[in-house]
């Protein structure tokens, strides 16, 4: 049997076991510490836009607490890319709230502006203002975000972006992981760079940040006693595990690149293939590529592949089935276009880690050409 190639593996630099080390030496094994501290430190300096970040236990976590500091309680309504992870919609039934599916576009795969104004004015005509909108930078590609943006403007509903995937991607020079009013950063064990499990919330103030922090460290007021006048969150981050981020820091820009690179390489070796298509970069976005998926005629075509890649130790995958077809969203509203339909019938991930060799590369690429062969 060949050796197995993963989608996206851990990739580590080495310089993480010195942070670690240092936590021992030093007892901080807490979740606070010089670690924590240092890691939000290199994630503020690395997003450049004047951020302040809350380090916590996971991307997920982060989500809630946008929520939560947004103030989405019981009965309210929270619109969400339909195309994504369920971590994304998630935190919204934690809050006792409903969310509201949007359909994606073709150019990026994300939120489609059209439907979500389309959504936003349906939802008010129904005597319901949705109390939040959360957009995603799927696969690392940006989403829309100025016609975004303008609606939030527009209908006054906040944004929470969902930049899990896309620590390093750009839209217009500007680092995805700014642009929302909160944004969620994940570094779980399959992300572009991984603390084992951890995230990040981006807030856009100093004053937001304590209150995530606060709710994090179980909501205790400050006096000697414990005091507790609202409900608390163990959702901060470990200061063992910020020193893993603290070492992936230093290899942020290369994980970048060496994605990239991966996406290159196969729309250089495959493009020839008519039936292979590759989501390009609109003019001003830049994707980390975080994973490179194709498009393939249809589905037979895709689970085809995925079986044969399989057969050889490769693991591939077809991309995230939409919300509105999640059983367990069944009730939720959606707005659809059929896009995410589409995707999800004819998509696949292709092995996309920082850490693939170029033989790995070059066996996955010839079997897939051999496929087509
Ligand atoms: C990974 C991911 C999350 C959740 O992050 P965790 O750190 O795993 O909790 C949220 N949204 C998207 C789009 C993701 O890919």
Known sequence: MNSKIWLSSPHMSGHEIGFINEAFSSNWIAPLGPNVVG???DLKSYLNQNKDVAAVSAGTAALHLALILLNVGQGDEVICQSKTFSASANPIVYQGATPVFVDSERDTWNMCPILLETAIKDR????KTPKAIIAVHLYGMPYKVDEILAISKAYHIPIVE???????????????????????????GNKIITTSGGGALVCASKDTKDQAVFLATQAKDPAVAYVHSKIGYNYRMSNIVAGIG???????????????????FYKDQLQHIDTIRFLEEPEG?????????VLLKDHGMQEGLRQHLEQDNIESRPLWKPMHQQPVFKEAPRYLNGVSDDLFERGLCLPSGSNLTQDD??????LIINYFG
């Open 246 to 264: 603290r070492g992936q820091m230093m290899v942020l820009e290369d994980h970048v690149e060496k994605r990239r690179k991966n996406f290159q």
């Open 39 to 41: 890691f939000e430190d």
């Open 162 to 188: 969902d930049s899990a995937e896309s620590l390093g991607s750009t839209y217009k020079g500007r680092k995805c992981g700014t642009f929302g009013d909160y944004a969620v950063l994940s570094f779980n």
């Open 124 to 127: 008010m005509s129904k005597g």
């Open 285 to 293: 976005f830049s994707s980390n590529r975080w994973l490179t998926c």
């Open 361 to 366: 590369l070059d066996r996955i690429v010839s």
